[in-house]
């Protein structure tokens, strides 16, 4: 035995060296990344920078958020997303513009988006001068950041000849990339296309989900707090594709996606959400497949045996997550 606490003793110094090597490796791995998305973002090529960058923060989600390593990555992350935004405008009319970093006059707003509803207080930012007073009817242009403060909610639709719905509530901040693209920051959203063969894709801090169903499909998006996306399929067959990996999300699944892919799907109460959800009940009109969602749920509920009241909370990794089954009420 004592024999055998010697060599633990003796081994102990080699397994440390050998996590801080290993530890050491990943930390250069990360640093050439970095090297190779900058340099992809001077040359213009922003999506595949994008992409370096993505698989950076995949290295680096063990590591606390405030690891120089991490910081750097994330702010180069926002700063490519930013000129990436930037080099879309260049081949339009803001090209004609002296100053890239002027705000133009609100009167050369352009008008990809309509606001159709609106309650409480919504800011918009960039590109044009700020507006503090969002009311329906008035357009806002790509390029856009909106923010909703808490009480505050806004429903957006796209001028396309197929047009794409966006809704968001209480404390939340988005930018308009292009008619059927969105950057999504913070809080929670719904989102819905009308039309059969189409694609919506968001972005969030850590990944870029492209969403496409062969039928009109709704789905809910909320941002968790490591920058990953909880998706909650609400209408048509989903197939969501990631750099992580690809997925099939049916109303009713919720799934997280993160910078190495997709977690194992899970079934949420549709019927609880219709009645649950603030981006349901708080606009004055209801969304326009309400309809067609209770009738999912309706088929949901046929098909459901046994039902735990809980509550999916945060996102620790593509296989863990926080979900906490309640107590029923005694009667």
Same mark, same amino acid.
């Given at each position: 035995?004592?024999?055998?606490? =010697?060599?633990?003793?003796?081994? =102990?110094?080699?397994?440390?060296?050998?996590?801080?090597?290993?530890?050491?490796?990943? =930390?250069?791995?990360?640093?050439?990344?970095?090297?190779?998305?900058?340099?992809?973002?001077?040359?213009?090529?922003?999506?595949?920078?994008?992409?370096?960058?993505?698989?950076?923060l995949g290295l680096l989600k063990q590591t606390p958020r405030s690891h120089p390593l991490r910081v750097e990555s994330e702010k180069l992350m926002r700063v490519t997303k930013g000129r990436f935004l930037v080099a879309r405008y260049r081949g339009g009319e803001i090209q004609n513009f002296t100053d890239p970093n002027a705000l133009r006059p609100l009167s050369e707003e352009s008008r990809e988006f309509t606001v159709?509803?609106?309650?409480?207080k919504v800011l918009t930012r960039k590109v044009w001068e700020p507006r503090d007073e969002i009311r329906v009817g008035e357009v806002l242009g790509l390029g856009r950041r909106v923010t909703t403060l808490p009480k505050g909610g806004i429903e957006l639709v796209s001028s396309l000849i197929s047009p794409i719905t966006l809704r968001t509530v209480q404390a939340s901040s988005f930018d308009l990339i292009s008619p059927n693209h969105f950057a999504l920051h913070s809080g929670s959203f719904v989102l819905h296309s009308t039309v059969k063969n189409s694609t919506?894709?968001?972005?969030?801090?850590?990944?870029?989900?492209?969403?496409?169903?062969?039928?009109?499909?709704?789905?809910m998006a909320g941002i968790t707090t490591n920058g990953g996306v909880k998706i909650i399929g609400l209408l048509g067959?989903?197939?969501?594709?990631?750099?992580?990996?690809?997925l099939l999300l049916l109303p009713g699944e919720l799934s997280f996606a993160l910078s190495d892919g997709f977690s194992r799907k899970m079934n949420v109460e549709l019927s609880t959400l219709l009645v649950t959800s603030n981006l349901l009940t708080d606009f004055e009109q209801p969304p326009v497949f309400l309809k067609k969602l209770r009738q999912q749920?309706?088929?949901?509920?046929?098909?459901?045996?046994?039902?735990?009241?809980?509550?999916?909370g945060d996102v620790k990794g593509t296989e863990d997550f926080e979900l906490k089954v309640l107590q029923e009420n005694p009667r």
């Open positions: 035995m004592r024999l055998l606490g =010697y060599f633990i003793l003796l081994l =102990y110094p080699f397994l440390f060296i050998l996590l801080a090597n290993n530890q050491s490796r990943l =930390y250069l791995e990360v640093e050439q990344l970095l090297v190779e998305g900058k340099e992809l973002a001077d040359n213009e090529q922003f999506s595949e920078s994008l992409k370096v960058l993505n698989r950076a159709h509803q609106v309650f409480g919506i894709i968001i972005d969030s801090p850590m990944v870029e989900v492209k969403l496409s169903c062969k039928d009109p499909f709704a789905f067959e989903v197939s969501l594709g990631s750099d992580g990996g690809k749920a309706m088929m949901q509920a046929l098909r459901t045996r046994k039902r735990f009241r809980t509550v999916v």
